[in-house]
């Protein structure tokens, strides 16, 4: 039900931009690291993470950009296990598949003077931890710091974002 609202809520953003000349739309697709801290650190790896990202930007009455964006997103991460982990999961005959899948909302926050952005958001995140156990859903909350540079007709980011993913039971979140 919750992936069926997103979609939906994704439609209306793209209609309402589509249809607006006073509104500016992206699309990205962004690769990167994932780098584990906390809980996930204890099993995983610095793994790949890949993200497709629409963003929804105003422009004022002289046409140029608001310093304001919206933007939906959906990320997906094929996690490396620590190999001690892995090694040992391979002895007990258990499944060595573990992934992190968000999707979710943000608004990004541009600087009028330097190509820098402030960046936050909140989503729904699904975590397969390896082994035996049940996947975990959650609440992913993130923010973090951006900057952003014109390529032609790309444009190029460099962007470190922080994100905090809260679960009911945190002994699920390995």
Not at 22 to 27: D, E, I, P, V, Y
Not at 132 to 158: S, W
Request: glycine share 12%.
């Amino acid at each position: 039900m919750m992936g069926k609202r997103l979609l939906l809520l994704a439609c209306l953003l793209v209609a309402a931009a589509a249809g607006s000349t006073s509104a500016q739309t992206r699309f990205s697709l962004a690769g990167g690291l994932l780098v584990p801290f906390g809980d996930l650190d204890d099993t995983s790896d610095p793994s790949l993470r890949v993200a497709l990202r629409a963003e929804y930007q105003p422009l004022n009455s002289l046409g140029q950009r608001k310093l304001l964006s919206l933007f939906l997103y959906g990320a997906y991460s094929d996690l490396t296990l620590k190999s001690e982990i892995e090694d040992a999961l391979v002895a007990l005959g258990q499944d060595t598949s573990i992934y992190l899948f968000e999707v979710g909302a943000g608004v990004r926050v541009y600087s009028g003077v330097a190509p820098f952005y402030l960046t936050g958001g909140a989503g729904y995140a699904r975590y397969q931890p390896a082994g035996a156990g049940d996947a975990v859903n959650g609440l992913d909350v993130h923010g973090g710091l951006g900057f952003a540079v014109p390529l032609g007709l790309f444009l190029g980011e460099v962007e470190a974002t922080v994100h905090e993913v809260v679960v009911e039971n945190d002994a699920d979140f390995q």
